[in-house]
């Protein structure tokens, strides 16, 4: 197993100078929550942060000119094997959405070790909203005990709750993107023009970078020819049923549900309407609670999308 994250970031300049300011006056919180909506960076964001940490009296050190870790830096490498020996990742399995106890259990030896060349140990916790309350309990009594130059790292969906007996013992750093900043970053990664993509931005005002992203490689995929906006590429989705077990995409796909029905009623309101999108989301709701196929669910938004 490894981890992925691009090498370089985006809109994350100013809280990583703010950062490598508290490092510098040795005043680095030791444990700190990453809170923001998916998809806007934020565990790219974590990753550089300990890379400067624990690259600083290294070779090929993070390059803090240019924000940008460098790809023979030993502790990139080893991070990315999960194999530093001052690095640890908690972190839901894949296709999971919950932290299991035993992933905090497991953190233990690590915790209690001694740092290797007196450097910071770290311990990031990716999708913390994944916490269960008996895995949440468990991290509780390991950030309440003192431990000197042991940092966590808390990375927090802002669309899920998180325990606030966590919440009240870490400072918060809360990160938004106006559609700007979205729309910005977005043509920084894929080196193209967001017009040239999209149809209008009004995708930037609910989507993330991330998933803006995921949107681009989905039309390609699908060879569309025309610019994206929401209804065509809700319409390749549902007559494809694409991927209908990954839930990362079946909440991409949700989300533009909503924003269709939201121009819709913006457009013209029809109470009608309404009323039947509130009862379909609430069927998709109950679907995904009790894991029901929603296949015909698609077929219905499909058909009353196209009337």
Excluded at 116 to 128: C, E, G, K, Y
Excluded at 248 to 259: A, G, V
Aim: a positive charge; one cysteine or more; charged letters at 30%.
């Amino acid at each position: 197993m490894n981890v992925d994250f691009n090498k370089k970031i985006y809109g994350y300049n100013d809280l990583l100078n703010f950062f490598i300011k508290l490092d510098k006056e040795e005043r680095i919180p030791n444990k700190f929550i990453l809170s923001g909506n998916k998809g806007i960076g934020k565990s790219t964001f974590a990753y550089h942060l300990i890379n400067y940490i624990l690259s600083k009296n290294e070779k090929d050190k993070y390059d803090t000119i240019n924000y940008k870790i460098n790809d023979e830096n030993r502790s990139y490498k080893l991070i990315k094997d999960l194999t530093h020996p001052n690095f640890f990742l908690i972190d839901a399995d894949e296709g999971k959405e919950q932290i299991s106890i035993d992933k905090i259990r497991k953190s233990f030896d690590f915790i209690n070790k001694s740092s290797m060349n007196n450097d910071f140990r770290i311990v990031l916790i990716d999708n913390a909203e994944y916490l269960n309350q008996s895995s949440g309990n468990a991290l509780l009594k390991i950030i309440e005990e003192p431990n000197e130059k042991l940092i966590f790292i808390l990375v927090h969906d802002i669309s899920y709750k998180l325990l606030d007996t966590i919440k009240s013992r870490c400072i918060i750093f809360k990160k938004v993107f106006s559609c700007e900043e979205k729309i910005s970053i977005f043509e920084k990664v894929v080196n193209q023009n967001f017009s040239d993509i999209f149809e209008n931005n009004f995708l930037s005002k609910f989507m993330s970078v991330g998933e803006l992203i995921y949107l681009k490689q989905f039309s390609e995929e699908y060879k569309l020819k025309e610019k994206i906006d929401n209804k065509n590429i809700l319409n390749i989705y549902l007559m494809n049923k694409y991927n209908k077990n990954n839930k990362r995409i079946q909440k991409i796909m949700l989300k533009l549900m909503q924003i269709y029905l939201y121009q819709i009623n913006m457009n013209s309101f029809n109470e009608k309407n309404y009323i039947w999108y509130n009862s379909f989301f609430k069927k998709i709701t109950e679907a995904n609670i009790y894991n029901l196929d929603i296949g015909n669910l698609y077929f219905e938004f499909q058909k009353k999308m196209n009337e």
